[in-house]
C-alpha cells in the first residue's frame, strides 16, 4: 500500500458557517467557470466547489434517503453535507443510497422497509469522511489529488478552513467525478 501524499485535516464536527469573506489569498473557480481539461501540473483550485461562490446543498439526519436522492438530482449533485444544529455530522452520496449500505442497514436494524431509511442511518460519519486542509490548496496540483484519490475508494473530499476566530468552517468540496471528467480519464 503506498502513502497518500496529503495529509487529512482533523476536525470533527465542523460548523457549516461559510467565512463572509475570502480570507485566504487562494481563490478557487466560480461556478460558472469553463469546464475545460485539467493539465496534472494546474493548480488543485480548478476542481473545488467553493462553497464562498455555490452554496452548500445540506440535508438533515432524519431525512428519508429517497428525498435526499431527489434533492441531489434536482441540485445536480451527487453528495449532501448532513447537518444537525447547523453543525456537519456526515456525508452522503448518491453512490451510498443506490449502493448496499442501505440493504446492510436494514439486514441490521429493525426496519422493514427502504422508505423508513434516514440519511443519518446509512451516512458517512463526519470523523470518516476524508477532508484536507484549505491552506493547503495554494500549494496542492491536481497530480496531488488524483494520487490522493488513487490511495482511497471516497468519492468526495470536504475542504476545511481554520478561521482567525478559532473556528472551523466546511470551505468547499473536491468531486472525484468532477476530477475524472476533467481530466479525461479514471483515477
Request: charged letters at 25%; aromatic letters at 6%.
Amino acid at each position: 500500500m503506498r502513502a497518500c501524499p496529503l495529509k487529512s485535516a482533523e476536525s470533527p464536527g465542523e460548523s457549516l458557517r461559510a467565512p463572509a469573506k475570502n480570507p485566504t489569498n487562494i481563490r478557487a473557480r466560480f461556478p460558472e467557470a469553463a469546464e475545460g481539461r485539467l493539465a496534472l501540473t494546474d493548480p488543485a483550485v480548478h476542481v473545488v466547489t467553493d462553497f464562498i461562490f455555490q452554496q452548500p446543498v445540506t440535508v438533515p439526519e432524519e431525512f428519508p434517503i429517497g428525498n435526499a436522492l431527489r434533492e441531489m438530482i434536482r441540485s445536480a449533485v451527487r453528495a449532501l453535507l448532513v447537518v444537525r444544529d447547523e453543525r456537519v455530522t456526515g456525508l452522503i452520496t448518491s453512490y451510498t443510497i443506490q449502493g448496499e449500505r442501505p440493504l446492510q442497514f436494514l439486514t441490521e436494524s429493525g426496519y422493514r422497509r427502504h422508505d423508513e431509511i434516514e440519511v443519518g442511518h446509512i451516512m458517512t460519519p463526519w470523523k470518516r469522511v476524508p477532508t484536507l486542509d484549505w491552506q493547503a490548496l495554494d500549494r496542492v496540483r491536481v497530480s496531488d489529488l488524483t494520487a490522493f484519490f488513487s490511495c482511497t475508494a471516497a468519492t468526495h473530499v470536504v475542504m476545511v478552513e481554520h478561521t482567525d476566530q478559532g473556528s472551523t468552517v466546511v470551505r468547499g468540496l473536491i468531486s472525484r467525478t468532477q476530477l475524472e471528467r476533467r481530466l479525461g480519464h479514471s483515477i
